[in-house]
Structure formats: C-alpha cells, structure tokens
C-alpha cells in the first residue's frame, strides 16, 4: 500500500488548501486565515507531499492551481462538507445552541433586517454569536471561501455550489423634507431632473440599482452631497431642499417626519439569502435561514 501521510489532510489544511485555490494566493489566504504566511506554506507543503503534487506554481504576483490541483477540488470540497456535517449534532435546539454564525451584508440589509434578527436570537438562541461582515460586491466569493455562513444581498451571481431563496421585492422611492416643494404633487421626470440630490457612494463600488434605469442613462443629476454611506446624517436633510433616492424600506425606518414620494420611474430589486453546500444540511444554520425568512416576511 501508497505511504500516504493522513494526518496532512485535516479539515484546516483542506480549508486552506480550498482558499489558496479560490484567491490565487498563498499571502490573502493567510490574511482570510488570520495566519502567518509561514504557517500557510508550512501547511501548503505538508499537502504537497501527501498528494505528491506541487498543486500551485507562481503565476504573477500569485499563484496558479496544477491539473491535478483542479482534478482535486470537487472532492476535497466534498470532504469539507463531510466534515461540517460529521460535526452536526443530531438535534438542535435554539435555547441551548452555542455557536458562532457570520452573515455578509452591506448596509441596507444592515439597518432593514439584521436588528429584527439580533432581537430575534436574544429571545430564542440567546448563546448564538453574531457576526456581521461588509459584503461590498464580492459577498458570493466570501460565501465560497468559507468567510461567512449566510449572505443578504440583491446582487444577483450564479456561482455553483450556492442556493439562493428570494425574501421580499424592494423598490426605490424618493425622501424629502414635509417641507419641500416637490412634497404636495407628482413628481415629473424634469422636476427629478432640476432637484437637488443626496447620492450615497457605497464603498467597495457598489451603485445604487436606480442609477441604471433606462430614464437617467446620459443625464447628470444635480449632485449636492455625497455621502459615503448611509447615516445618521439624514435628519439634518429634513430641514433642507435636499432629495435622496433610497429603498422604501430604508426611507421608511430612517425617515421620521419626512415625505416620501415615487420618484418618475421604476426601479427596484429583490434582496436573496445565499448560503453554501457547507451549511445546507446544517440543522443550526436551516433554522437560522427558517428565522430569517421569517423576519423578511413581515417586514413592510
């Protein structure tokens, strides 16, 4: 029989071995692993001489995977996933559950979903612990990598292994100040165009969806502020002529006392839950989904 060196092939070192494939780099592997660079090589070549493969070469400023390298992903992200559910307890049970859960997002779901889910796990999982990531646009690649359970986003990406359950329809609205001129009638696709505008840059390049709609392609809007994100600086904008186009949900929760009126177009987008095959059999995170869900189908 092959003298096969088992003891290289644990769940970190596949993890690791997983990331360095995904990122193309033995340094951001270590970054994502929050490891030494020598400790992340130390275990590349542990794996190297058990598999009896170079399994990466540099490439660039990185490095790129060997044949026998890809020949051997599929089965060793089925292994990681034997490994999560040979550690799945039989039952769960929320009230007695200890574990830690990182869900990716950016700021709407942020401010629109995640408060409702933290009093949500006090009450029924008090000893679950929470993290919550920035996703940015590259939420679906933190989910490959293992970098978080679950990802809220309306950033609609195909990538193979991950599922996806649409949770509600969003659609864009304008918010003003009871104050503003634009207040007490229909809003025209001039008086939009003449109005002074708030515009949240979201870092990471993220755009906001109504920016695309056929109706403000080749026009540039009266930009006054530009915020980096969304804050508390708004009530500030209930005392001006000032105009932010934003998620009815959102403008709804942060606009107390302003108007909120439709804006001349249609634009909207449908926030998803991710998750991966990791996580899918997992009884603690099909719960967790299950509380979610929940949550998005009554909020209004």
Same mark, same amino acid.
């Given at each position: ?5 088992y ?18 780099s ?17 275990t ?7 598999? +009896? ?14 044949? &026998?390298? +890809?020949q051997?992903?599929?089965?060793v ?25 990182t ?19 006090n &009450? ?11 996703? +940015?646009?590259?939420? +679906? ?23 996806? &359950?649409?949770?509600?329809?969003? &659609? ?10 634009l ?91 991710y ?15 299950e ?10």
């Amino acid at each position: 029989m092959e003298n096969i060196d088992y003891s290289a092939l644990s769940f970190k070192s596949l993890r690791t071995l997983k990331l360095i494939y995904e990122l193309g780099s033995v340094t951001a592997a270590a970054i994502e692993l929050g490891q030494n660079q020598s400790t992340v090589s130390y275990t590349l070549d542990q794996l190297r001489d058990a598999l +009896h493969d170079p399994l990466f070469v540099r490439s660039g400023r990185g490095v790129a995977a060997t044949s &026998r390298c +890809h020949q051997l992903m599929p089965t060793v992200e089925n292994l990681l996933r034997g490994f999560a559910d040979l550690l799945q307890p039989l039952d769960f049970v929320p009230a007695e559950a200890r574990l830690a859960v990182t869900i990716s997002c950016n700021q709407y779901e942020l401010q629109v979903v995640i408060p409702s889910l933290v009093k949500r796990l006090n &009450r029924l999982a008090p000893h679950i612990h929470l993290t919550v990531i920035q996703s +940015h646009v590259s939420g +679906h690649q933190q989910l490959q990598r293992g970098q978080c359970d679950l990802l809220l986003s309306p950033v609609v990406r195909e990538y193979e292994g991950l599922y996806k &359950r649409p949770l509600f329809n969003e &659609r864009y609205v304008c918010l003003m100040s009871a104050g503003h001129p634009l207040a007490g009638q229909t809003i025209s696709r001039e008086d939009y165009m003449a109005a002074k505008h708030v515009e949240i840059g979201y870092e990471g390049g993220w755009k906001s969806l109504y920016l695309g709609t056929p109706e403000l392609q080749g026009v540039n809007l009266n930009i006054v502020l530009r915020l980096p994100t969304v804050s508390n600086f708004f009530p500030t904008i209930a005392s001006t002529d000032l105009v932010l186009t934003l998620p009815e949900r959102l403008a709804r929760l942060i606009g107390d006392g302003m108007r909120i009126k439709d804006p001349p177009f249609d634009s909207g987008f449908e926030l998803n839950l991710y998750w991966n095959k990791m996580t899918h059999q997992s009884k603690a995170d099909q719960w967790l989904r299950e509380q979610i869900i929940h949550i998005c189908q009554t909020i209004r």
